[in-house]
């Protein structure tokens, strides 16, 4: 198997943006852009919602997906290659998630994935590890013994708004009752937080903020 592309750097990649988009959008709109790209080098705040549901806590009553017919199952190898290939235009892109996913498995992650009329239409990764690394806000988070967490989950485009996320979500919820689920995701996500809601409880607030290479996080 080959190795991953090398991520592109970051100065030239932006560079190179910039240049296109004072090609398409003039010099005014093209500065604007250059520099919020160059300011959110140094600067980032976030803020991470953690969600979990507790060992045996009943269910929201109620429909989930407005579709029909939608089956979840756990993901084999090809199926998680064939997910990215159809999710992602990107060559290079999908080559990386694909071969991310095959990683995963090797390790003992899981995947589940959605299927409707033999199509596959979203993921959502488990792992049952004690601490996870949170990119949002370069930090490990203590998730504690007898957890899962739910991460890196993807709806095709079509398929988003019809509730397909949460359909998965209660769908691992149900496999695994015996242990405490935690699922997070950024605040400005509103759909995936309305999804995430129906059947999880909202536990804490992660907030990061980082400025010329300092960081400072903290909860509440």
């Known amino acids: 198997m080959k190795s991953l592309p090398k991520e592109p750097n970051v100065l030239v990649d932006t560079y190179t943006r910039a240049v296109r988009r004072f090609k398409e959008d003039g010099i ?13 080098k140094f600067v980032r705040y976030n803020c991470i919602f953690f969600f979990t549901n507790s ?3 009943p269910l929201s009553s109620g429909a989930v997906s407005k579709l029909i017919g939608v089956v979840v199952d756990q993901a084999s190898r090809k199926d998680i290659v064939r997910f990215e290939y159809c999710r992602l235009r990107d060559r290079a892109q999908y080559r990386r998630k694909a071969y991310e996913g095959l990683d995963r498995l090797r390790r003992g992650d899981i995947c589940f994935l959605a299927k409707h009329d033999g199509r596959l239409i979203a993921k959502a990764w488990t792992t049952m590890a004690d601490t996870w690394f949170i990119s949002e806000l370069e930090t490990d988070e203590s998730i504690g013994p007898e957890s899962i967490t739910i991460f890196d989950c993807a709806t095709i485009p079509e398929y988003r708004g019809k509730r397909v996320f949460p359909l998965i979500l209660r769908n691992i919820i149900t496999k695994y009752p015996d242990r405490r689920k935690v699922i ?4 400005r996500n509103l759909s995936s937080r309305r999804a995430i ?3 999880f409880t909202l536990e ?4 990061f903020f980082k400025i010329l290479g300092v960081s400072f996080r903290w909860s509440r």
Not at 204 to 207: A, F, Q, S
């Open 184 to 187: 997070y995701c950024e605040k």
């Open 204 to 207: 804490k607030k992660l907030y």
């Open 28 to 40: 005014v709109r093209g500065s604007t852009h250059l520099l919020l790209k160059l300011t959110s």
């Open 197 to 199: 809601e129906h059947d």
């Open 55 to 57: 060992k045996n806590e």
